[in-house]
């Protein structure tokens, strides 16, 4: 009965690990450091991503001029 308990625990401990394996790989499908949070080279590629982001995602200044200030929409 106690081996039977013992197989069970680490059957069951193993498929706990595998799973989490798993989750992990698909979470960080996109990213290259694979979940890695601790070195430069992670943050420097977050902070060059972060920045082409905001650069294709300005405003035109037409856009900021043109714009009516009291809109009232139905």
């Known amino acids: 009965m106690t081996q039977w308990l013992i197989v ?6 193993s498929v ?3 799973l989490y394996r798993l989750w992990k790989a698909l979470t960080s499908v996109n990213d290259p450091c694979q ?6 080279l992670r ?14 995602h300005k405003k035109k200044p037409c856009e900021k001029k043109n714009k009516p200030k009291n809109l009232v929409v139905l």
């Open 35 to 40: 979940g890695c949070d601790g070195c430069a």
């Open 43 to 56: 943050d420097e590629m977050r902070s060059r991503r972060r920045s082409a982001f905001l650069q294709n």
């Open 8 to 13: 069970i625990v680490a059957v069951a401990l």
């Open 16 to 18: 706990a690990y595998l």
